[in-house]
């Protein structure tokens, strides 16, 4: 089904990192109060918000600072996707004509440390906690392990994203990681869950993000030069795939959350995977970039290795992926991520990336965020 294009005015960013003396819902409503900036609107003609944190209490609490005016405003989460779920809605209410102007928002200030979920709460037997593979760090490792082997993928490629995740990262002033990492200082940093390393994935952290949407209508009525969400999906995995808690990898695999989640906007966008010019593609750590190139169709499984030895996915190659440094440089302020990869999407297709921009003017864009259990969120961007 073909979606009516929605509109982009208004992006908002707090920087990510560790913010001392401010709370997440403080630096929400930073970004939400930049977004509203960048749109020159004000928070009461907001009609409608969707928002998520993990860590920082409801969303919608953003109210109390941002003004009691007696808007629907819906939590959300679903893991690290919830970013995703926020735009998916706020889109589709937009385009439902619940409201003229919608806002997608997400925050969180995580403790250090990995993230311990309770597995009762994710629908998934004690033992799993109990053997580790509710810490994300073993299960993605046991996960590219197998990756690996299947389509040899050698450990060089993952020195490299990660390289480039923190080159990237230097070139953004809101990232947490500001500093280059060199590749042997990467390639010889502790084993932390074989075969993934210490610079490898990561952390959890602070920050907060916001968009506003309109109709496209309303946007040309503003004599703005919007950026067009031309699809806006969310999946939740099926039966048969090996997805973050599952108990075991089943014998035949059925199409990964992402896979699914790719094809649904690539057929709602009307285009494919070599007609996008910049994308952000969920690291949670350097092995999910890499199967998630496949996965999201912008390469055959296998095919990753060449690309990355080629420097296809540098800022300046054919294949530019996660130009500000991705979860890796930024961390990961769960009800954020998926927001910050738009607000990055929205800044490249504007022009306006500075130092990490992406050369010829990109006119298209891809975010893919991947949330636990197996849920994925996609969103295609045009100007």
């Not at 007696?70 to 926020?86: D, E, K, M, Q, R």
């Not at 496949?294 to 996915?313: D, R, Y």
């Not at 930024?330 to 050369?359: D, M, T, Y």
């Amino acid at each position: 089904m073909t979606m009516e294009r929605v509109a982009i005015v208004g992006i908002g960013l707090h920087a990510f990192g560790r913010t001392p003396g401010r709370s997440g819902l403080e630096q929400g409503v930073f970004a939400a109060r930049e977004a509203l900036k960048d749109a020159n609107l004000q928070w009461r003609d907001v009609g409608v918000a969707f928002g998520g944190s993990r860590e920082s209490g409801n969303a919608s609490s953003a109210a109390e600072q941002l003004g009691l005016t007696g808007l629907p405003f819906i939590n959300v989460y679903t893991g690290c996707a919830t970013g995703g779920s926020a735009m998916f809605l706020a889109a589709n209410a937009v385009r439902a004509g619940v409201a003229r102007y919608a806002m997608a928002l997400g925050f969180d200030k995580h403790e250090r440390g990995a993230f311990a979920p309770d597995p009762a709460r994710n629908g998934v037997p004690e033992w799993i906690a109990e053997t580790g593979l509710m810490v994300t760090t073993q299960f993605f490792s046991l996960k590219l392990q197998r990756y690996m082997h299947e389509f040899g993928i050698s450990e060089d490629s993952l020195v490299r994203v990660a390289e480039k995740a923190f080159r990237n990262g230097a070139l953004t002033p809101t990232a947490w990681r500001r500093n280059p990492i060199s590749y042997d200082e990467i390639a010889n940093s502790v084993m932390v869950s074989d075969p993934l390393r210490k610079y490898m994935f990561c952390s959890p952290s602070e920050g907060g993000a916001a968009i506003i949407l309109t109709s496209e209508a309303e946007a040309r009525r503003m004599a703005i030069t919007p950026v067009f969400l031309d699809a806006s999906v969310v999946c939740t995995r099926r039966y048969g795939t090996f997805e973050v808690y599952n108990t075991c990898a089943p014998a035949q695999s059925a199409p990964t959350v992402t896979q699914d989640a790719a094809r649904k906007a690539f057929d709602a966008a009307g285009i494919g995977a070599e007609d996008i010019d910049v994308l952000q593609l969920q690291d949670s750590e350097v092995g999910a970039e890499i199967m998630h190139m496949a996965e999201n169709g912008f390469c055959e499984h296998g095919e990753q290795e060449q690309l990355i030895c080629a420097g296809e996915t540098r800022i300046d190659g054919k294949l530019p992926i996660n130009t500000d440094g991705g979860c890796l440089a930024n961390g990961e302020p769960i009800g954020a991520s998926g927001l910050r990869q738009v607000h990055e999407v929205c800044l490249q297709l504007r022009g306006h990336a500075g130092a990490r921009q992406v050369p010829g003017n990109p006119k298209t864009g891809y975010t893919q965020v991947y949330g636990a259990p197996g849920l994925a969120g996609v969103n295609i961007l045009s100007i």
